[in-house]
């Protein structure tokens, strides 16, 4: 990567992040998981732990924005096959003002474009600012989807879901063995949804299995909040709730979907209505869950039950336009 960000920006601050260790990194760790709490209502202490231990091993991709000698910034990617994801974009608010996120965003990606084999780049980036994305707007190649960070108050009162619902579908607690079912669950929940242009795991029975393995490997994530629907006249999976605690007190709806033929049942309200109360009693405060902007079927059901948006952001998507086209090697 250093090859590349020496070829992609003439602005001497911008280092290869492996010149850096963890310690010199931790003041700006400090400052994001403070932003993190404020802003995100989420613990960033375990990412932040990663990113260190990472770096001190030299392992860490990405760059830094350097002023003073002081780290201002940094940017984080990860390699998986074909894909690339930039995993994390962070500068201190006094260089905001300036081009320090696009500046370490647009590093990011043309070094990852330049991978050979790698034909996709992914990211979500909750902290970005404003500016800095509609910057990125500008991206030859690159696609936005506009994205909602929404809270709850736990305590707030859900009534009953339909009766029909409960009678038509049988709701399981999460199992391990439920792993086969919730990925089958996803891929027929995402075929030609808006969220499987995001990510693109969605889009295939294989990438779904990783996606909610990640979910429930996840340390915080909540099996007694978790279940998974079935048709109780065909035995076929019909939807799930995947949900986690990401801070002491906060917890997270992490992934919530229903088939295409369980849909207009209330299934959906059912099992997140469960999730909510569950959450309740394992001592949340707070819920939160994002939501593409653009799915508006999910955003009315939120909205239904108490959500409010806390936050707009945005998924960044990069796609080989040009599959033949000559990679280079990092």
Known sequence: MATQIDR?????????IRHLS???????????AVEWNLELDCDFSRFAGRI???????????????????????????????KGLIADVYVRPDWRAGNGETTLFRVLLYALIGVAGVRRVESQLMLLSEDSARALRREPFVRLFERLLMKLDADTPLPPGRASAERRFRIDPWDDRHHDAAATALSLAHAEHIDSEINDQYGTLDGARCLASNIVRFPGFSPPASSIAFDSATGS????????????????????????DARGAGLGYEVLRQSIGTLRGEG???????????????????????????????????????????????
């Open 8 to 16: 992609l920006t003439s602005v001497s601050q911008v280092v290869d």
């Open 22 to 32: 963890g310690r010199e990194l931790d003041p700006l760790l400090l400052e994001e």
């Open 284 to 330: 949340a405060k707070r819920i939160s869950l994002a939501v593409t902007a653009a799915n508006e079927d999910a955003v009315r059901l939120y909205i239904r039950c108490g959500f409010r948006t806390a936050r707009r952001f945005y998924a960044y998507v990069w796609e080989d336009l040009d599959p033949i086209r000559p990679a280079a090697v990092d």
């Open 237 to 260: 999976v019909a939807g799930m709730v995947l949900s986690s605690f990401v801070a002491r007190d906060v917890a997270e709806i992490t992934e919530l979907c229903v088939t295409p």
């Open 52 to 82: 260190r231990k990472l770096a001190d091993a030299g392992n860490l991709r990405g760059a830094a924005l350097l002023h003073g000698g002081e780290v201002a910034g940094y940017g984080c990617a990860v390699l998986e096959d074909h």
